[in-house]
């Protein structure tokens, strides 16, 4: 039931002509990167949109910042197989540019179904975009603040489902531009640990 609902959205991402980045997707003989993981996941982690490698393959977070959130897993005995892994934006906006308005309404509507099928009991928002996102999804706009006072702190919504902690933490990359926030991005992960 879970994968063919999933599978319905992987179909209709791929039709979507309407996305203002579809065209820029087909030129360049990209995949759209839907999600991967458990279907059953307890932890859900929601990036903001692909880079060329994911573009490349279709794959979430399979390059740079991709080895720095395996590390980030492995540092609490969690492995990709274990949480399902996806982004706001499901194709890759040029230049790796940060995603549009326009960009995150067009693709925002698959992401709430993913949450509806999967039914995280946790979702760690991974940057601003993402933490933003979720956030206002919940009705919690006035929490939203900078990531860099927000990371690490723990938000409690309720779904139809039951109630979700959602921990916001910062992107993976950051610690591509500075390997010392490699110890905050730790420090902060272990709190997913604390609610799985």
């Known amino acids: 039931m879970k ?12 039709e979507l002509k309407s996305s203002p980045l579809y065209n820029y997707r087909v030129k360049n003989n990209y ?3 839907i999600g991967e993981g458990s279907e059953n996941a307890v932890i859900m982690l929601i990036g903001e949109a692909p880079g060329r490698n994911e573009a ?8 740079a910042a991709g080895k720095i959130l395996d590390e980030l897993l492995a540092s609490i005995t969690l492995s990709r197989e274990d949480i399902y892994i996806t982004n706001i934006v499901k194709d890759r906006p040029p230049e790796n540019r ?6 995150i309404f067009a693709y925002g509507r698959f992401l709430d179904r993913q949450i ?11 940057g601003r975009y993402s933490m933003k996102y979720i956030l206002k999804k919940f009705n919690l706009d006035s929490k939203i603040e900078p990531v860099g006072k927000a990371h690490g702190k723990t938000y409690t919504v309720e779904a139809f489902y039951g109630p979700i902690k959602v921990v916001a933490l910062y992107h993976p990359c950051v610690a591509l531009y500075n390997r010392k ?16």
């Open 31 to 33: 995949f759209p990167v």
């Open 98 to 103: 940060d995603p549009s308005p326009e960009e």
């Open 116 to 126: 509806d099928i999967i039914q995280p009991k946790i979702i760690a928002t991974l």
């Open 181 to 196: 926030q490699m110890d905050t991005l730790k420090k902060d992960f272990k709190t997913l640990k604390k609610y799985a």
């Open 3 to 14: 994968s063919s609902e999933l599978k319905k959205i992987n179909t209709e991402v791929l």
């Open 56 to 63: 490349k393959t279709g794959k979430p977070f399979c390059g």
